[in-house]
């Protein structure tokens, strides 16, 4: 099967251990299917009422285009050789599909971390729940802007258009993937940034951890963590570093022990299977809890301004709380954090 080229691009191939066009094509099909299931699962369990943003918008479009590649993959697995307006399709078109997309999804994770950043950094304090708009289509403008963008930088590759010549060098039966080093790169700045983090305010992490209780509120359990807080306010913001990253934490550390464990393992995954849904949702998480930390003087203590993460709730990093269907603090002075 021939093979993409990425002249521009930073990352390897991988060659599915598969040895004929049935396999590769079912393997392909069966991990698409996978995919899709998971991503459309997280769409759905997310919190609904949460503010419009740029991540939220391109985590649907991502959905959408994995639901459209696996119904081209089953569609052509199914029928096998058919022409459709004149052009004649085969299961190898199964791989080419998938490798245009390996390559298109290697180079996307530098663009949306960055603009999911700056969209963070520039709205994480607006306290209107309702966007207007113009802040919707401008957001459906910029995730259509960088697929065309993406695609069209792929698709000027040259050896795209040299795929017969290309596909003389490789076994008929190899299906070589794109494998970007982008998601290590930025899995790796993030896990950096993360124990860093840690290291500086490990010992209010680890007193909060040994202070968590069940508590009831709202007819809910939830976990409290009472401390003795330091009100200085020279303080507040490692103080609130400390919170941001029980609660992040608090939602993510599987997540977190997945990405230590496959820097360390250095499994070559291909790029399709790179970008998921589970994967931006955690990368949006880590980028609200910096905005709310470079930000934090910013901060308006309002109810609407907390429907931002559709997994993790930041409220009661920014404020005490107190309730009488709850216990009372152990000792005056306590703060309560609820995640």
């Known amino acids: 099967m021939a093979a993409l ?22 393997m392909l099909l069966l991990i698409m299917l996978g995919k899709v299931s998971l991503d459309f699962f997280m769409l759905q369990v997310k919190q609904k009422n949460v503010k419009v943003s740029f991540m939220g918008y391109f985590c649907v479009s991502l959905a959408l285009l994995d639901l459209i590649l696996l119904i081209n993959i089953a569609v052509i697995f199914y029928f096998e050789d058919f022409a459709l307006w004149g052009v004649r399709f085969t299961k190898y078109h199964i791989c080419l599909f998938t490798q245009i997309i390996s390559l298109t999804y290697g180079i996307l994770h530098y ?18 729940q309702s966007p207007r708009q113009g802040q919707r289509l401008f957001y459906i403008f910029v995730v259509i802007f960088i697929w065309i963008s993406v695609f069209f930088c792929i698709l000027k590759v040259p050896a795209i258009y040299e795929e017969l010549e290309i596909r003389n060098h490789f076994s008929p039966y190899q299906c070589p993937l794109y494998v970007s080093v982008q998601s290590y790169a930025v899995s790796f700045a993030m896990l950096l940034l993360i124990g860093m983090a840690f290291m500086v305010s490990r010992k ?5 951890i040994l202070s968590v ?13 009472s401390y003795a807080s330091n009100n200085n306010g020279t303080c507040f913001k490692w103080q609130l570093l400390t919170r941001l990253l029980v609660c992040f934490l608090g939602t993510w550390a599987p997540f977190v022990l997945l990405q230590f464990i496959i820097l360390f393992l250095g499994p070559r995954i291909p790029a399709y299977m790179e970008m998921n849904v589970p994967w931006l ?8 809890a910096v905005a709310y930390w470079c930000r934090c003087h910013d901060v308006e203590l309002t109810e609407e301004m907390w429907s931002t993460d559709p997994f993790v709730s930041w409220k009661f990093c920014f404020m005490p709380f107190n309730n009488e269907n ?13 995640c």
């Open 111 to 128: 663009p949306v971390c960055l603009v999911a950043g700056l969209d963070y950094y520039m709205t994480i304090a607006q306290t209107s």
């Open 213 to 225: 209780r069940v508590v009831s509120f709202a007819s809910q359990p939830v976990l409290m963590f």
């Open 326 to 338: 709850t216990e009372p603090a152990e000792k005056p002075g306590t703060v309560i954090v609820i």
């Open 204 to 208: 209010e992490v680890i007193t909060m």
């Open 5 to 26: 080229f990425c002249e521009n691009c930073s990352g390897q191939y991988h060659y599915p251990q598969a040895h004929q066009p049935f396999e590769i094509s079912c």
């Open 281 to 288: 949702y955690f990368i949006n998480s880590f980028l609200i």
